[in-house]
């Protein structure tokens, strides 16, 4: 049989799930335990046995789970796979599961905690599902959601601090899966509660009394937001942001920055971002369409003219070997010389602020950003790069990679 479950998972990422799901699962438990055989096989036959799990193997599943040395990925499909095993719990809430380092293995503890209604764990989940992460995030969602099944919201409420904005947003979700109306926590004071409240917006009309005695200006924003994603009508928008006076996050850069900056990022920018820069670019024209290949070909034949030996330009993904972005790299010279030009707009820079390049490119009709101008930050603005959410400065917006 082994020979036939090694037939149906041969490989890496080649998996005839079905067939697995249709073998017998007291062969599938033994080859899941079995340390001799590759993790993602294990894996795969631990998903397999979902719902048909053999009484029998339970013990030795267990062992594996609990063994520190093993692979954490089939660990951690075990324990999803045993997680309304009431004998795993004291295991599970032992002080040395927080020193378990394995990847995935905290997370995946907690939720199981939460479905085996460990209502001790409704903090740390609280703050799990408060992770920017998405899969950290519903691993934490799914254990609140079991212990609110099990023992009513606000059973789970009244084991969260109010004081912490995990919490808060928890008790946002919690509420809103109850039934209630969350409008309330668009005046939460931290932005990700707040964005979660407005994710939960259903009722246009709510929102608009809302709107009159909202009791700040960011919980206006907020539910302007919210009632434009769910009307989709710009006009109305733009209308009640003129009521509001058009306010906005100052930032020491001028109009054709910030339009292209803004329009780029504002609406997919991260949770705690300053509602002011979603409302923003709802409500701005957005800067001319640009015309890479036109930018290029102008750039190109400018460098050329300048005698400075320009090469053929690259994606900021190619000139990576990954990812993508917003800019092409053009190499000249001899050396390892490069430029970039924005797809943002008509904007261009180098790392030596090179006054040849400069001198040919401004001719063509680009805009150098120079350090002085590319290291101002823009504010409240959340943008992902590179694992962190923090604001970023003007260069690395107009000339974003990420792989």
Not at 95 to 106: F, I, L
Not at 164 to 182: C, F, I, M, Q, T
Request: aromatic share 8%.
């Amino acid at each position: 049989m082994a020979k036939t479950i090694k037939k149906l998972s041969p490989e890496a990422g080649r998996t005839d799930t079905e067939g697995l799901r249709a073998f017998d699962a007291d062969a599938l438990a033994k080859c899941a335990a079995d340390a001799g055989q590759p993790w993602w096989r294990r894996r795969a036959c631990a998903q397999a046995l979902a719902g048909r799990v053999p009484e029998r193997r339970v013990p030795r599943l267990i062992a594996c789970i609990q063994d520190t040395g093993d692979v954490s990925e089939v660990r951690i499909a075990l324990l999803g796979l045993l997680a309304d095993r009431p004998e795993l719990l004291p295991w599970l809430r032992h002080e040395d599961r927080q020193q378990d380092g394995a990847y995935g293995m905290a997370e995946a503890v907690l939720g199981a905690r939460g479905a085996l209604g460990d209502l001790t764990a409704a903090g740390a989940l609280a703050t799990l599902a408060f992770n920017p992460w998405r899969h950290r995030r519903e691993t934490g969602e799914e254990g609140l959601d079991a212990l609110a099944a099990r023992y009513w919201f606000e059973t789970v409420l009244a084991e969260l601090d109010g004081a912490r904005p995990e919490d808060r947003s928890a008790g946002v979700r919690l509420r809103h899966h109850a039934g209630e109306d969350v409008t309330d926590a668009l005046a939460d004071p931290d932005r990700a509660v707040a964005y979660r409240a407005q994710e939960f917006q259903t009722d246009p009309e709510r929102l608009r009394g809302y709107l009159a005695g909202a009791p700040t200006e960011e919980a206006k924003l907020w539910a302007l937001y919210a009632l434009h994603r769910l009307t989709d009508d710009t006009a109305e928008t733009r209308r009640r942001y003129e009521e509001l006076g058009r306010p906005r996050v100052e930032v020491a850069v001028d109009e054709e920055l910030r339009a292209a900056i803004v329009h780029e990022y504002g609406q997919w920018a991260e949770e705690r971002t300053d509602p002011r820069w979603r409302i923003e670019a709802v409500c701005t024209q957005p800067p001319p369409a640009s015309d890479p290949a036109e930018q290029l070909q102008r750039a190109m034949a400018a460098l050329s003219a300048a005698g400075l030996a320009p090469k053929p330009p690259v994606s900021c993904g190619e000139d990576n070997g990954q990812g993508d972005g917003t800019y092409h790299v053009i190499g000249y010279g001899p050396s390892d010389s490069k430029v970039f030009i924005s797809t943002l707009g008509r904007f261009a820079t180098d790392h030596d602020d090179d006054p040849d390049v400069r001198r040919a490119l401004e001719s063509a009709g680009f805009r150098w950003i120079d350090h002085a101008v590319g290291s101002i930050q823009v504010t409240d603005l959340g943008v992902y790069y590179f694992g962190s959410r923090d604001p970023l400065d003007v260069h690395t917006l107009l000339f974003y990679w990420q792989d």
